[in-house]
């Protein structure tokens, strides 16, 4: 899973899969879902994030792996 932000358009997209989207549904204002051909859920985007999600602190539980963090 990926988490990207985008300053310069305020969107933060929420990668969940490493499959191609080829469908989306809006499901609130500027919250859309993307799907893959099987119709699994392979993505949000979310636009105006900043005001939608609490983009400060990042706290992941019960999650192992590896976590990375990449300057933008």
Do not use: P
Not at 8 to 15: A, C, Q, V
Request: no cysteine; proline share 0%.
């Amino acid at each position: 899973m990926k988490l990207a932000y985008y300053a310069n358009t305020d969107s933060l997209y929420i990668d969940l899969s490493e499959q191609t989207s080829v469908s989306s549904r809006e499901i609130s204002e500027g919250v859309v879902l993307d799907y893959d051909a099987a119709g699994q859920l392979v993505g949000i985007d979310i636009d105006n994030a900043s005001h939608k999600v609490q983009l400060q602190r990042l706290i992941l539980t019960g999650m192992d792996g590896l976590i990375e963090q990449r300057a933008s």
